[in-house]
């Protein structure tokens, strides 16, 4: 019946559903920094190549290079930042799956286009078929994770224009 042991187990349960919203949430919050640090990456590498398709002297595109990348750096901070807040404040709004949809789609075609311009500016020739691989796949993860985090909005939304009778939104 209420035994010391079943009462512990029920604690246990209560406690994990209190906390598994958030173990969740820090590990969406990692990969999102570890995208936004290969965006940094690739970022970097465009800006070299543009650099170097502009026949920038070394001395000019080595500290356009150094002030580029703090730049980009602190973006990257600032993101991991407000995307820490942002899951945080989407669990009590029950939408962390779909914050994490639409920061991760927008990183993941960022990711294609920062992987794709470079080959356009120097020759596709130096595109690997591993290359034609990632980008492919940032570009569909990309696009369906938009989709999923923009039509769990309209679909959030649909419910709750219809629950209303007959009242003008």
């Known amino acids: 019946m209420n035994s010391p042991k079943s009462k512990s187990v029920t604690t246990l349960v209560k406690l994990t559903k209190r906390?598994?919203?958030?173990?969740?949430?820090?590990?969406?919050?990692?990969?999102?920094?570890?995208?936004?640090?290969?965006?940094?990456?690739?970022?970097?590498?465009?800006?070299?190549?543009?650099?170097?398709?502009?026949?920038?002297?070394?001395?000019?595109?080595?500290?356009?290079?150094?002030?580029?990348?703090?730049?980009?750096?602190?973006?990257?901070?600032?993101?991991?930042?407000f995307s820490d807040y942002y899951y945080l404040h989407s669990i009590s709004k029950n939408r962390l799956w779909k914050s994490f949809s639409l920061v991760t789609g927008i990183q993941l075609l960022f990711l294609f286009v920062a992987r794709l311009t470079p080959s356009l500016i120097v020759g596709v020739r130096q595109f690997t078929w591993?290359?034609?691989?990632?980008?492919?796949?940032?570009?569909?993860?990309?696009?369906?994770?938009l989709v999923i985090a923009f039509h769990s909005s309209s679909h959030r939304s649909a419910i709750r224009i219809s629950g209303r009778r007959n009242k003008i939104v």
């Not at 173990?23 to 990456?41: D, E, G, H, M």
């Not at 080595?62 to 750096?73: E, Q």
């Not at 591993?130 to 994770?145: F, H, K, P, R, T």
């Open 19 to 81: 906390i598994m919203p958030y173990l969740l949430c820090y590990l969406l919050w990692a990969i999102t920094a570890a995208l936004a640090f290969l965006n940094l990456l690739l970022v970097r590498r465009l800006f070299l190549v543009i650099l170097s398709a502009f026949s920038v002297s070394s001395w000019s595109a080595a500290a356009i290079d150094k002030v580029s990348f703090m730049l980009f750096a602190v973006l990257w901070l600032v993101l991991v930042v």
């Open 130 to 145: 591993v290359n034609y691989l990632l980008s492919v796949g940032e570009l569909g993860g990309g696009i369906v994770l």
